[in-house]
């Protein structure tokens, strides 16, 4: 259930770094940006999410145009990067020590 959030999470999030306006060069602004979405079951106009069958979640998108240029660069397409992290594999989860209690997942 948590890794159709994260695939949906990661769809969207591809999407928008699509329709980013690609700058060039890139700013320090880029490599330090997180981009905080809401996916309630409803939809969302605010966070431009569609309606879904899941609980409500949240996603973290960290440094998206960074990234985005990074996988460009090495020739990384969108279809294999969204199969690598939203094909049929299983995520492998582990629980860090950390303070924040967060989730993290191996791809």
């Known amino acids: 259930y948590m890794m159709l959030g994260i695939s949906h999470s990661v769809r969207?999030?591809?999407?928008?770094?699509r329709m980013s306006t690609n700058r060039?060069?890139?700013r320090v602004d880029d490599f330090v940006k997180v981009i905080n979405t809401h996916f309630p079951p409803e939809g969302s106009s605010k966070f431009n999410t569609e309606p879904h069958d899941l609980d409500f979640?949240?996603?973290k998108d960290y440094?998206?145009?960074?990234?985005?240029?990074?996988r460009r660069y090495w020739g990384i397409s969108e279809r294999i990067y969204l199969a690598e992290l939203c094909g049929d594999r299983d995520f492998i989860q582990f629980i860090s020590n950390s303070k924040s209690g967060q989730f993290f997942y191996y791809s």
């Open 24 to 26: 060039v060069p890139l």
């Open 57 to 59: 979640f949240k996603f």
């Open 63 to 70: 440094c998206p145009e960074a990234f985005l240029r990074l």
């Open 12 to 17: 969207k999030n591809v999407k928008r770094a």
